[in-house]
């Protein structure tokens, strides 16, 4: 019985070593980290939606016009993280939408841009963990282009479901993520729109 | 017992994949292009070297009978390290080997060496080892790699996070897709493990005649 007193103790000893070692790292890291990921937001939201040259976040304004939940429904847009609206010298480009739709290997991060008149000007995929040399390749510039000049009004599938973009090869799930996603984009810009909310 | 003869064997000898057939999972994820096998290989090397070095320098510390859980907790603990150093300082190559690192803590050829050897060996040997052991597994993916890409996609080389497509060798609808899904994986495993057994064999007849 003693013997379970000693061994529990060093091995509380040794997690604790370990514990305090990540949390010097992590006090060194932090703050270097968030400044890369917001540098990385920065690039996608530049990159998706051209000229703008200044982002605000009006996610909450955006997303009000979205209908409530039906109870025990799926929430329409739930894949919509943020709503970025580009400027540029105060008059709105287009819009950046960041979503997170289910892909096969988890959620797959991506930010669509949507030019003022409803169309997509640019796709990048921040952060995913699909399979390596086949849904991986949704960060391919080849597959996002596919999406690039598709109009708000027609709904995004992929070719498989009826639509218009011809998916990836040996990863249908991860392109059809990525199309649900475009898609959310859009029909929430066009909702948007037609509630003038710009 | 020599600091060569600890860093040579687990580059053929008693290579890590396909001898010992450690670290299958990581193995069958991620050959599927050079350039994911050659970064899980670097990645894992670095994690096995230094928790081979930690392990082995509080080997007269951890009671046997924890021993297991001591040496999970110093390998996810160098992981995240790793991992968070590379995400705070090395950005650009932590884009391409980060989603590698999480799947480090769970090769248990990490797990394999700590308590095969680390626990039982000097710093300098169980370095040696570590080094020897991860760069017999960052070859294994290479070599893997090299065959499972060409025949599954038709190229060489491609890096998607860098947005380099690689070299062509034929067209892609003339690839076979299989090879970069899992059954491609067992398969090649499968025939390379063969024909490594056939000529360490065949090697042992000559030295015998």
Known sequence: MRDVWKLGFILFAICAVAAGALAFVNDITEERIAAQAAMKLEQALASVVPGADEFKDETDRVLAVAPPASRGGRPEFSAITKVYVGYKNGEMAGAA??????????????VVGVSRDGVVTGLTVVKHSETPGLGANVTNRDFQMRFVGLRAGTPVKVTKDGGQVEAITGATISSRAVASGVDEALRLFELASREGVW | ?????????????????????????????????????????????????????????????????????????????????????????????????????????????????????????????????????????TMALTGMSTI????????????????????KVFERSLAAVMMI???????????LIGLLNYLGRRGKKAARA
């Open chain 2, 1 to 137: 017992m020599s600091f060569k003869s600890e860093f040579t064997k687990g580059l053929i000898k008693e290579n890590p994949t396909f001898r010992i057939l450690l670290g299958m999972c990581p193995t069958m994820a991620t050959s599927v292009a050079i350039s994911n096998g050659i970064g899980m290989g670097i990645a894992a090397t670095f994690v096995l070297v230094g928790s081979n070095i930690i392990i082995s320098m509080l080997r007269n510390v951890i009671p046997s009978r924890i021993r297991i859980p001591c040496y999970i907790v110093v390998i996810a603990s160098f992981t995240t390290i790793v991992d968070l150093v590379m995400a705070a300082f090395v950005p650009k190559l932590h884009e391409v080997l980060g989603i590698f690192i999480p799947l480090i803590v769970v090769n248990c050829i990490i797990l394999g060496r700590a308590e095969a050897f680390a626990s039982k060996n000097g710093v300098l040997y169980s370095l040696a080892d570590g080094l020897g052991m991860g760069l017999g597994f």
């Open chain 2, 148 to 167: 499972r890409e060409l025949l599954g996609t038709g190229t060489l080389l491609a890096v998607p996070d860098f947005g380099f497509a690689g070299f």
């Open chain 2, 181 to 191: 899904l899992p059954p491609g994986g067992f398969i090649t495993l499968g025939l």
């Open chain 1, 97 to 110: 939408f960041a979503c997170s739709p289910s892909g096969y290997g988890g959620p797959i991060d991506a």
